[in-house]
């Protein structure tokens, strides 16, 4: 676990969300796709002195779904399929949600499956084929922090 991680969840160390989300920051502008994430995930709940900003986190999630991490495909498909932060669309949160292959997200996969017409379930598993291909082969980069529990 990467010490940003660490110093976020407060893992054998005192919690510091604030020195956590400067290395983020540092790794996030470099590139690094699961900081990226974690910056998503600040926006969103206000974590680290941030405003809670939907939006913002939407834009972390896509620079590092666009890499193929795949807690950020599932953020930005669940993105897609609330309206929150982007405008909605099943086909987009279907493919993003497909794309990240995270076991969570497949019993949402099958109920939307259940109620999209044969021309848009075409359509968002083409997508879900191209953004899967994003992945890189064991794609964790090194800040890439555990998703937080589902609740």
Not at 5 to 31: C, W
Not at 35 to 60: C, I, M, N, Y
Request: aromatic share 8%; glycine share 8%; no cysteine.
């Amino acid at each position: 676990m990467p010490y940003a991680s660490i110093l976020a969840a407060g893992t054998g160390v005192p919690k510091d969300e604030v020195t956590a989300r400067a290395l983020f920051e540092r790794a996030a502008e470099r590139g690094d796709a699961g900081a990226q994430w974690s910056l998503g995930v600040f926006h969103e709940e206000g974590r680290a002195g941030f405003t809670p900003d939907v939006k913002e986190a939407v834009r972390w999630w896509r620079l590092a779904a666009e890499q193929g991490q795949p807690y950020a495909q599932v953020k930005l498909g669940m993105a897609y399929l609330t309206g929150k932060g982007v405008q909605s669309s099943v086909v987009e949160g279907y493919a993003w949600l497909s794309a990240s292959e995270v076991s969570e997200a497949q019993p949402m996969l099958r109920e939307i499956e259940k109620k999209m017409v044969a021309p848009l379930l075409a359509k968002a598993k083409r997508l879900a084929d191209e953004r899967r291909a994003l992945r890189k082969p064991k794609l964790q980069p090194a800040s890439s922090p555990q998703p937080p529990p589902q609740g």
